[in-house]
Every structure is written in C-alpha cells, then in structure tokens.
C-alpha cells in the first residue's frame, strides 16, 4: 500500500478514536476502531503522529501494553512531541492506578497510599476514559478508597463499555446489596 494510503488510514483512525472516546459505548464504532488498529499497528511506522494515533486508540480499547509500546517509538522518533508525552503521561496514571489500588487493599490504613491513590483518580478522572479495564480499575479504586457508589457507577459504565467483560460482572455482584460489598 502506499504511504499516501496509509496516511489516509491514520487519519481515519484518529478520527474513529475521537468520536469513541466520545461515545465509548457504541459497539459498531468500537469495533471500527479496533479492525483499524490491527491494520495498522503491524505496519513499522517511524512516524511520531502515526505512532501517538495508534497508541491513542490502543488505550481506548483497553491495549495499554501495546500503546506503550508505540508511545515509546514515537518519543523516540520525537522526544518532544506534545501528543506523545501527553499520552505517556495517561498511561503512567493507569500504571498508577493499578499499583496504588493494590497497595491500599494490601494495606488499608496506608494514609499516603490513600492520598496518591486519590489524587490518581481525581485526575484520570478529569480525562475521558474509553477503556473498559481503566473504567474497571477506577471502580477497583473507588472500592479500595471506600467509595461505593463511585464503584458502582464505574461497574456499571465498564460493562455499558463492554457488556461481555467478565471481571466487571463479577465485582457488580459483590458491589450489590447482600453480595459482598467491600474492597475488591
């Protein structure tokens, strides 16, 4: 294929994964933007723009391995390109997000682990967030802070994200009255 085509396709993408991250629970568009970056992310791009395109949508399908992967080549295509470190910078609060929520249910009375974990929530929760995992794992985190209805608001936009995802069906459960409730 032609880079000319190519290029076209990441514009195609770009513009899918804009409008997913707007409407994360629209299936079709979902699926659009995942059969595009399979097309696209086996290809050896070199180009920082086309690099940060495939990562972004990777993170909106729940592939942060993957848009890691890609952040890294485009910064070390471009170390300053703004788009590239700005998405560097939300994997590294999903990464966050993870690993706190971790430490506070080892160790709930951990007051600094609380705060770090809440200051990550706060801010990932100023971005939109596509994902079905991260939406998942904010739940996690809203659980392990105390914030139940916060939990379940998660659950319930994670499985409106992805009705199939197994994890979150499970945590609704122990989030409902009588099943469980508590830090997960």
């Known amino acids: 294929m032609k880079s000319s085509c190519w290029f076209v396709k990441g514009i195609e993408l770009e513009k899918d994964s804009a409008a997913l991250i707007q409407n994360q629970a629209n299936q079709a568009l979902r699926s659009n933007v995942s059969t595009e970056v399979a097309a696209l992310a086996p290809r ?7 690099l940060t395109s495939i ?3 990777q993170v909106a399908l729940g592939d942060n391995s993957g848009a890691q992967e890609n952040v890294a080549k485009a910064l070390q295509a471009a170390p300053s390109n703004s788009d590239a470190v700005a998405l560097q ?3 590294q609060l999903d990464s966050d997000l993870t690993q706190l929520t971790a430490k506070v249910k080892n160790n709930p009375n ?3 682990a609380k705060s ?3 200051q990550v929530v706060t801010d990932l929760g100023k971005t939109q967030i596509a994902s079905p995992v991260t939406t998942l794992n904010m739940a996690s985190a809203h659980s392990a802070l105390g914030n139940e209805a916060q939990a379940a608001a998660s659950v319930t936009k994670a499985l409106q994200i992805d009705p199939n995802l197994k994890e979150a069906m499970g945590f609704q459960n122990k989030l409902k009255p009588g099943g469980g409730a508590g830090p997960m």
Request: no cysteine; aromatic share 6%; charged share 25%.
């Open 55 to 57: 990562a972004r949508a």
């Open 44 to 50: 050896n791009f070199t180009d920082p723009q086309m």
């Open 110 to 112: 951990d007051v600094a």
């Open 116 to 118: 770090q974990l809440s």
């Open 89 to 91: 910078k939300r994997l």
